[in-house]
């Protein structure tokens, strides 16, 4: 059984009678590519993976499966870098049988191939942003795409904070005409662990939260501020908590539109007797004017000299990039005693070598907590999850979601439409 958190309970795959049906499946499959000898080529596949044991099932159960994704943002126009065909290609290799493909998501084309299809046969269409309705939930768009359609499942977590035709408009169709429609084994892996754990989790219940913004992650602090026990600050996002207590931030990215909020997420935890922790320390660098212009006409700066900065304010002339070795002690003591992890937002600029060392350090007090202290340890999407793999510990921990914008749209305690739209039980 699925609890969807704000709402009513959902069904899953598993409720399903699925056998000979036509099963519409909503994959998230935006997966990262890059062209290569004029092919495009897929960076990461972990999207398309966490997607076959829904996928396995409903060929167990002998479904005709019929996949929709969409893939970048071409909107509405036929840009063949953001086709899905490799994609097609990429999930054969993984299930190991033919996957199908039809260049469209709606139209004859598709309608004929969907009838040819046997029990157990898959079929991925073309991406669906190829239509302007997809974005717009255009509702004749949506029947449209129902037509080939019995059952409905949305295994898309990473497309379900989306109002679209595919994530929306099509399942209140499929439901209209008393068709079912459940969310997949993904979906509700993510739910549980993005949502359940998180609602009554074992203490200590440890947040880790970093990234550029503290106006990106605001509303997830003062939700999870009601849960936690302890709250670690890394990311860009420190120094506008740093500038809220009067410090000097040197060039460092900061917010001033937000030291209220930040001020009175440290209020709130103070309240609360939460802990709320500030990198003690940092990596910090200057920035040369490279003499070179990017895209946009602006000129392109690099950090020099990077070097660490144990005072509380920053020199006038330089940036922070990453916290320091006594922050990483710090926040690792906190770590390894927690029983619940949340992790969302790298400590600094990883992708750079010189300011990784933050967050693959705490990526290590991570796994050392989750299989030393048993904590469950969950990471909330996006940047966070590419920090892990980068450091080689993706399988190391309790949960990575697929999710981004959808995760952190999910722990703020959004409704996400696309989960909203399934059927009740
Ligand atoms: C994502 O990659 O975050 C999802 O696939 C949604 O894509 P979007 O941000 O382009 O809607
Ligand atoms: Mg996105």
Known sequence: MLCAL????????KDLNIRGKRVLVRVDYNVPMEER???????????????????????????KIILIAHLGRPKGKREPSTSLRPVANKLADMLCRPVAFVDDCIGEKVEKTVGLLQPGDVLLLENVRYYNEEEANDPAFAEKLAKVAD??????????????ASTEGLPRVIAKRGGQCAAGLL??????????????????FVVILGGAKVSDKIKVIDRLLDKADSILIGGAMAYTFKLAQGRKTGKSLVEPDCIAVANAAVQKAKARNAQFLLPSDNIVATLVDTGKLNKKGKPVFYPENPRLNTQPDIPDDAE????GPETVRTYSEVIRKAK???WNGPMGMFEDKRFAEGTFAIARAVVEATHKNGAKSIIGGGDSVK????????????FMSTGGGASLEFLEGAVLPGVAALTDR
């Open 340 to 342: 619940t992890i949340l």
């Open 387 to 398: 920090a892990l793999n980068n450091a080689g510990l993706g399988d190391r921990v309790t």
């Open 151 to 164: 059952l409905y499942v949305n295994d898309a977590f990473g497309a379900a904070h989306r109002a679209h």
């Open 37 to 63: 000898d004029g092919q495009m080529v897929i960076n990461d596949v972990t999207r398309i993976k966490e997607t076959i044991p829904t996928l396995d099932y409903l060929i167990e159960q002998g479904a």
């Open 320 to 323: 922070g990039f990453d916290i």
């Open 6 to 13: 704000f709402g009513m309970p959902k069904l899953t795959v």
């Open 187 to 204: 979906m509700e892996r993510e739910l549980k662990f993005l949502g359940e754990e998180l609602e009554k989790p074992e203490h200590p």
